[in-house]
């Protein structure tokens, strides 16, 4: 099983409309997750993290859900800019390494 | 400011040649990790490195991989000798501190092709 799971997609979506991702990671001992979006052709960069209580930035939700050990990230009212792939990172446990996804891809389309 | 700088954007060589892949972390961030990205396997750490110290480097495929932090600002991944397979993204990143929790940045990347 892989440490961290996630459906590829594509997810294509309208503009203006509500999209979900879920990931699920295999170490219950994990503490840190985030998510990071990843361009084409591009470096990811951090989107934000994910904590306990679940967090919010704009648009962008964040939930985690130990108890079952996923993780999720939802985007409302989505833009055409919103268009990449989105990559599930949570730390192995007792470590500093980071484990990614290897990514749900969205486009959003007009 | 300066993001993190990697060189060269593109590489292409033949199998069997040495390849060399720079990087220039943040200034003042401690920790420098080295990832690879292909399309089967996704993101995949090699190598990290705090305060120029390697502390992990099980993620490293094999003994043709080596990489060096010589100081605060400058690390080095070599393969020597080059094999096809070992065609992917090279992705240089740093952090501020140890630590999982700390956001990482990343550099542009190397796009490697061994022929």
């Not at chain 1, 879920?22 to 084409?40: H, P, V």
């Not at chain 2, 943040?26 to 390697?54: A, C, D, K």
């Not at chain 2, 400058?74 to 630590?99: H, M, N, W």
Request: with cysteine; charged share 20%.
């Amino acid at each position: 099983r892989k440490e961290v799971e996630q459906d590829p997609g594509p997810f294509n979506v309208p503009e203006g409309a509500t999209v979900a991702f879920n990931c699920t990671y295999s170490n219950s001992a994990s503490q840190s997750f985030f998510w990071y979006r990843q361009d084409c052709r591009k470096e990811p960069k951090l989107l934000m993290s994910v904590y306990s209580s679940g967090n919010e930035d704009g648009r962008f939700t964040a939930q985690l859900n130990r108890a079952s050990q996923y993780i999720s990230l939802l985007i409302r009212d989505s833009k055409l800019s919103d268009s990449a792939t989105y990559l599930c990172v949570v730390n192995r446990a007792n470590t500093d390494k980071l484990i990614f996804g290897t990514g749900t891809r969205l486009q959003v389309f007009p | 400011d300066a993001g993190v700088i990697q060189s060269p954007r593109h590489e292409v060589t033949e199998m069997g040649q040495e390849v060399t892949l720079r990087c220039k972390p943040i200034s003042g961030h401690n920790s420098l990790f080295w990832y690879r990205q292909t399309m089967m396997r996704g993101l995949e750490l090699l190598i990290y490195f705090n305060n120029n110290v390697p502390i992990d480097d099980s993620g490293m495929p094999e003994d043709r991989f080596s990489a060096k932090m010589p100081n605060a600002s400058f690390s080095t991944l070599k393969i020597q000798p080059s094999e096809p397979r070992d065609s992917a993204v090279y992705f240089c990143a740093s952090s501020l501190a140890p630590g999982a929790s700390n956001e990482q940045f990343f550099g542009p990347g190397t796009r490697l092709t061994v022929l």
